[in-house]
């Protein structure tokens, strides 16, 4: 709460969020508000009157030439930013203009924090942040903005904030926003209560229900244990949450998507016809909201064309989270220690040099270094570092600072000096992912991954590092030698998990036999070794193509074919996560309609494979792009949101979501579709996990 202080107001008590946002562009996204069913009674209706209106502005692109052109779409986190700081906090400002106290309940301090920081809130007259779950004094100078979820528990304590007139917290105007849609009940309990319907002043639902974790990634704030999903009935609560907090998705980016799903999977095809009915809900319960693609938007030379979303299961893909990869947010999520997006590294201690002072970092889209590196493979992230440091340090206010043993003149070293903020800012991020990327290598290395890994690519690829194709006799061996090394059981869990399923028809159930004598795992291991079992064995998936690669862990492959082109360079990376051909059939309209069929009819356009998106392809997205290593700004090259540049989309955008959560490698393959492929995607999950959340969430099948 630091900001807070800088700003001269309290804190006291209050729920911060997340420091250093960025502040919100572009134009304002619709809200959806409550005017039909609070229309029902009176006081509903004067809270209507008082409300912000179903139209406030729409969802605009920042520059595009229409539906079919190119275009630089906005990304989630512009939009949930524009969402709070534009439609509820400058609204509330415009309203009342004085200070305000902002009340919230967890999940809804959940997704303000992943989009929005303190410094931004409190430049919009809001002088303190409070928990709805904690005991609050009194501020009855002060208007009250309250954020909630759309919960009985949240409902309740709002109105006994004002159910007592003698013990009243705030001032007379009162702002209310929910972050999806109010059931009729609850709606019902605001309105009996007088005393806070004359104080209202805004009664509307924001539909943001949805936590922002990279520009176009997003998580579901839902329950993270499998049996939520995979132990319950078709219609569960589980998927029945899920459907409401997508509908604020879609509301939010305004999108009314076809909807498509994998046919063998009966999660997907349940949570499909779920969410097409809240989906409809919504649109005929605001009669003024658009979408892309209905023509209706009033603003037709920004209009898209009507997305897709895509329903996926992880139990199509149990393989894909347990292995180790090696591009660095995969490393970093699978190796290191980390609180969210917060990590505490070493970093140089401002008054002394010579000593190290531990620093909590955050790994998110405001660090453009990290946003940049987080897809590349460990070994160009270290090569870029090196080079970067280097060339700093041999800048010319590095020279002039550090010393070089020459004579520095006056004008020399005024002009370090004025480079001197910007010159310790570079160094101390260059030096903040030199020390994360070097501890991902100390773990490499004291974990023996090398050796590992290449027994993880042979079992999934079932060819060794040279492309030559490996007896399931001689896997097996391999697997045991690596089981009985092995001193960690969580390891060996890891192992025997990888190996079972990625040869699922190759070994025998001698075999396996043989490899749990091995691995020595206890009964809680068992149990969840057998739950992946069951869990692969519920949903189907297309065949993949297997990639023959060869080369050392960290040596360049010589050569690719056309067909492999956008592949990993590096043969530690040979396996490809399956879902990198879903998505590259998703955006090029080659995914077969029988294995992914659609709820409504597609349009004729996507029932054939077309080269539309190929031909808008530059030569910039094919290898440029990675390639390139020179510097266009401070932290290095391109543009925060794609890691390298901005990317000129072309069709319609494509939503993606997979129950049971998304490996951190897969969240890069989407990002290397969406570059390769020019076509916008959204992918999103209930949970963002590396390998052991996945073992977790296993055991809890069992």
């Known amino acids: 709460m630091s900001s807070a202080r800088k700003k001269g107001v309290s804190a006291r008590g209050g729920t911060s969020a997340r420091a250093g946002g960025a502040s919100a562009r572009g134009a304002a996204a619709n809200k959806g508000t409550m005017s039909e069913k609070a229309g029902k009674t009176k006081a509903g209706a004067a809270a209507r009157k008082k409300g912000p209106s179903a139209s406030s502005g729409g969802f605009s692109s920042s520059s595009a030439p229409g539906g079919h052109g190119e275009y630089n779409q906005q990304g989630l986190l512009e939009v949930v930013q524009t969402r709070f700081l534009n439609d509820v906090f400058d609204t509330a400002k415009a309203a009342h203009s004085g200070w305000k106290v902002l009340i919230v309940d967890d999940p809804s301090m959940k997704v303000i924090s992943s989009a929005v920081g303190m410094y931004d809130i409190m430049e919009r007259q809001i002088s303190l942040v409070e928990s709805l779950d904690k005991k609050r004094a009194p501020f009855k100078d002060m208007a009250a903005i309250y954020i909630l979820s759309p919960k009985s528990d949240s409902v309740q304590k709002l109105v006994a904030d004002y159910s007592d007139k003698t013990k009243l917290l705030y001032g007379d105007a009162v702002f209310v926003y929910f972050l999806g849609p109010v059931p009729r009940k609850l709606l019902e309990t605001i309105t009996q209560c007088k005393p806070l319907i004359k104080r209202l002043k805004a009664l509307s639902e924001i539909n943001v229900d949805f936590l922002v974790k990279e520009d176009r990634a997003y998580k579901l704030d839902v329950s993270k244990d499998f049996s939520s999903y995979y132990l319950k009935p078709a219609g569960s609560a589980g998927e029945k949450a899920i459907a409401s907090k997508l509908v604020t998705l879609c509301a939010s980016l305004n999108e009314y998507p076809y909807i498509r799903y994998n046919r063998s999977s009966g999660i997907c095809s349940s949570l499909a016809s779920i969410f097409k009915s809240r989906m409809d809900k919504f649109v005929a319960a605001n009669p003024d909201w658009w979408y892309h693609g209905s023509g209706n938007s009033g603003k037709q030379s920004t209009e898209l064309e009507r997305s897709t979303i895509l329903l996926l299961d992880r139990a199509s893909d149990c393989l894909t989270p347990l292995m180790h990869d090696f591009t660095y947010q995969a490393m970093v999520q699978d190796l290191l220690t980390l609180d969210g997006d917060k990590i505490t590294v070493e970093v140089e201690s401002a008054d002394n040099p010579d000593k190290y002072d531990n620093k909590d970092v ?88 090398m050796d590992l890994s290449e027994l993880e690519q042979t079992l999934a690829t079932g060819v060794d590092e040279d492309g030559v194709k490996v007896k399931p006799d001689d896997l097996v061996a391999m697997t045991e030698r690596s089981l009985l090394r092995m001193r960690d059981s969580k ?207 296993l055991e809890s099948l069992a």
């Open 362 to 449: 955050l790994l998110n889209d405001k660090d453009k270094l990290w946003v940049e590196l987080r897809g590349k493979h460990i070994a160009e992230v270290i090569e870029i570092l090196s080079t970067r440091i280097s060339e700093t340090v041999n800048s010319g206010s590095g020279n002039a600072l550090g010393g070089t043993g020459k004579d520095v003149s006056l004008s020399e070293l005024a002009s370090a000096l004025k480079a001197l903020p910007e010159y310790r800012e570079v160094m101390a991020k260059l030096s903040q992912h030199m020390h994360i990327s070097r501890a991902c290598m100390d773990k490499f290395t004291a974990e023996g991954l």
């Open 491 to 697: 390891e060996r869990l890891r192992l025997v998990l990888i190996a079972t399923i990625s040869q699922s028809d190759g070994f025998t159930s001698s075999d396996r036999d043989r490899l749990l004598r091995a691995a020595k795992l206890d009964r809680d291991q068992l149990l969840a070794l057998e739950a992946a079992s069951r869990l692969g064995s519920g949903a189907g998936v297309p065949e993949r193509k297997k990639k023959k690669k060869g080369g050392g862990l960290f040596s360049k492959l010589k050569g690719t074919d056309s067909e492999d082109e956008d592949e990993s360079e590096y043969a530690s990376s040979r396996y490809v996560p399956m879902l990198k051909d879903i998505l590259n059939e998703l955006v090029t309209n080659a995914l077969s309609l029988d294995d992914f069929p659609s709820v409504v009819p597609m349009p004729p356009s996507a029932a054939t494979a077309t080269g539309s998106a190929k031909s808008a392809r530059s030569a910039r997205d094919k290898s440029s792009a990675r390639k390139n290593k020179g510097s266009t700004g401070k932290w290095g090259r391109g543009d925060a949101k794609s890691g390298n540049q901005a990317i000129a989309f072309t069709g319609s955008r494509n939503l993606v979501f997979m129950v049971g959560g998304l490996a951190y490698s897969e969240m890069k393959v989407a990002r290397q579709v969406m570059q390769k492929e020019s076509r916008e995607i959204m992918i999103g999950s209930t949970d963002f996990m590396n390998p052991e959340d996945f073992m977790k969430a």
